[in-house]
């Protein structure tokens, strides 16, 4: 299998939504802008995912932006560091690789092959529902990896909260925007989180001594 079409194709997005933020600058990097801007898709359950977004400028050109425009996109679930209030924080965004015909239905899906980077943490709400938070690191181009944060509810908690660290993954679900409150000690801050809600889980099984694409794989379990 070739190396760059593994590794772009291990973390794939489509989101149909309404604008909802125009577009603002936010980098540059190697001669070309960057901006950011956010886009709602509504869920089944009447409610939405605000969603962060970001665009380079030559796609930007011929993208119709504008605040409640439907637009369409394709590309990759992205982390970085960002350095706020002398913190870094892990900052996720979608990075758009395309530009998608407007009249697709409400979209939300994404799809990532990665591993696992961190002890899955299983809990059990107050309303009794299982619930396990797990870190997936996936691998992209020029030896780098996104760290996404990812959330699976009843059977499927149950199943990856014995996954390992280093264990091989293929998951799918909807990225979900998630407000929450963090209290300090003078006042009370509204914050967002961003994760993957899982509905589909492939635990990838590998030979002694797994290597970066897990030759002669083995799907052992499906949810």
């Known amino acids: 299998?070739?190396?760059?079409?593994?590794?772009?194709?291990?973390?794939?997005?489509?989101?149909?939504?309404?604008?909802?933020?125009?577009?603002?600058?936010?980098?540059?990097?190697y001669g070309e802008n960057f901006y950011e801007f956010e886009v709602e898709v509504p869920r089944l359950s009447l409610s939405s995912d605000f969603i962060p977004v970001t665009i380079s400028s030559r796609l930007l050109s011929i993208a119709d932006i504008n605040i409640g425009k439907k637009i369409a996109l394709s590309g990759q679930f992205r982390s970085y560091?960002?350095?706020?209030?002398?913190?870094?924080?892990?900052?996720?965004?979608?990075?758009?690789?395309?530009?998608?015909?407007?009249?697709?239905?409400?979209?939300?899906?994404?799809?990532?092959?990665?591993?696992?980077?961190?002890?899955?943490?299983?809990?059990?709400?107050?309303?009794?529902?299982?619930?396990?938070?797990?870190?997936?690191?996936?691998?992209?181009?020029?030896?780098?990896?996104?760290?996404?944060?990812?959330?699976?509810?009843?059977?499927?908690?149950?199943?990856?909260?014995?996954?390992?660290?280093?264990?091989k993954v293929n998951l799918s679900g909807r990225i979900q925007s998630r407000a929450y409150t963090k209290k300090t000690d003078d006042s009370v801050e509204n914050k967002v989180a961003y994760e993957v809600s899982l509905s589909r889980i492939v635990h990838v099984s590998c030979n002694e001594g797994m290597d970066e694409y897990c030759n002669n794989e083995k799907i052992t379990k499906i949810i």
């Open 81 to 167: 560091n960002k350095l706020i209030d002398g913190k870094s924080r892990l900052m996720l965004t979608i990075f758009v690789r395309e530009i998608l015909h407007e009249e697709m239905e409400y979209t939300n899906s994404i799809e990532i092959t990665g591993y696992v980077c961190k002890e899955p943490i299983f809990r059990i709400t107050p309303f009794k529902r299982e619930i396990t938070d797990i870190l997936i690191a996936v691998n992209r181009s020029y030896n780098k990896s996104d760290y996404l944060p990812c959330i699976a509810w009843g059977r499927n908690a149950r199943f990856i909260k014995d996954l390992r660290v280093g264990d």
């Open 1 to 29: 299998m070739n190396k760059d079409f593994d590794l772009m194709n291990n973390n794939k997005v489509t989101v149909v939504g309404n604008v909802t933020k125009m577009p603002i600058f936010s980098h540059e990097m």
